[in-house]
């Protein structure tokens, strides 16, 4: 009876703070939410001492509507736009669970939408508990296993790398934090025969340097395609690069920013310095995927994935240098 109480509990309260954090990412920082922030110490100690909520919504939209845009379809569809199939596949689970994401305005890949079906599942999964139904609570628990395994856990690290690259420390804080209670719920379900292995793979990434007619638009698009690169570039990632070698980037999007950075360096004979500078930010990444694949945990194999394709793209970027020098 008391280990039921407590398994009750858990996920009851995975479904307050994955409600929360959903509404987050979605929503930003409110005067509603600001309560149960300043309950989580790790969360409170990054805010203003004082709240303005237009500097809240500000930071919020300067994030996710101008430079990181949280759909699973960005990190994970070779197209990186939301809408495709696999926005469709995030959608069937949906229905499998009950769960109707018609109130959220976003695409339901969303990181929101997507915490926010885990935290139905996990509200679910505590009234069956409390109601004592073994077979309702293994279907939700099985629902919980398939949609982490196959959406949620392949692209939140990659998702959280660089949102903690932004210099947010609030969002850096609310990314850190997901990351840890996603890894510790996928931990607690452990394994079950419903459930089919852990197989992740990424799609092979086009060769490049096979075709004569590449140009640094096309190098440019591939970097910024998460799933072929391995890692995610913000414009304000681009612009820092800019500045810190001194060159224009021009307006536009991301892929338009990093063409016209490119082109500058190459024009200015500093696309090495350049290109160099890409290849630590790699490193960076590469070695926070190597702490989850040496690690016990739920993200190995995925890690495992990111590191080998950031791998393949610093060889890409290495090519690419020593056909810049003179």
Request: proline share 6%; no cysteine.
């Amino acid at each position: 009876m008391m280990s039921e109480m407590l398994s009750q509990n858990l996920a009851q309260a995975r479904s307050n703070t994955y409600r929360l954090f959903g509404q987050l990412f979605l929503h930003g920082l409110t005067a509603d939410s600001l309560p149960f922030v300043n309950a989580i110490p790790e969360l409170a100690s990054t805010l203003p001492d004082t709240f303005d909520s237009d500097n809240a919504a500000a930071d919020h939209f300067h994030l996710f509507g101008l430079n990181l845009f949280p759909f699973e379809s960005i990190f994970l569809h070779e197209d990186s736009l939301p809408g495709t199939a696999l926005t469709q596949d995030v959608a069937t689970y949906y229905r499998l669970a009950g769960f109707d994401p018609e109130a959220y305005t976003e695409s339901p890949d969303h990181i929101g939408i997507e915490l926010a079906l885990l935290a139905f599942l996990s509200g679910a999964e505590s009234d069956a508990h409390e109601d004592d139904q073994r077979q309702h609570i293994q279907r939700i628990q099985d629902i919980q296993r398939r949609f982490l395994d196959d959406h949620l856990l392949p692209w939140l690290l990659p998702l959280v790398q660089a949102i903690q690259r932004q210099q947010q420390p609030f969002y850096a804080a609310l990314a850190t934090l997901t990351l840890d209670i996603v890894s510790d719920h996928r931990a607690a379900l452990g394994a079950d025969l419903m459930t089919k292995p852990v197989t992740f793979r990424l799609p092979s990434p086009p060769d490049l340097l096979q075709s004569e007619n590449t140009g640094l638009k096309d190098i440019a698009t591939h970097l910024l395609t998460p799933v072929y690169s391995g890692f995610y570039l913000s414009r304000d990632d681009v612009a820092r690069l800019a500045r810190h070698h001194n060159l224009p980037h021009g307006f536009g999007n991301r892929q338009q920013m990093l063409a016209n950075l490119l082109r500058a360096a190459a024009d200015y004979d500093r696309l090495p310095a350049l290109l160099s500078d890409l290849d630590k930010l790699l490193l960076d990444r590469q070695q926070t995927f190597e702490t989850h694949i040496t690690a016990v945990s739920p993200l190995d194999r995925i890690a495992a994935a990111w590191h080998e394709r950031i791998a393949n793209t610093r060889s890409l970027l290495d090519h690419m240098q020593e056909a810049a020098r003179p």
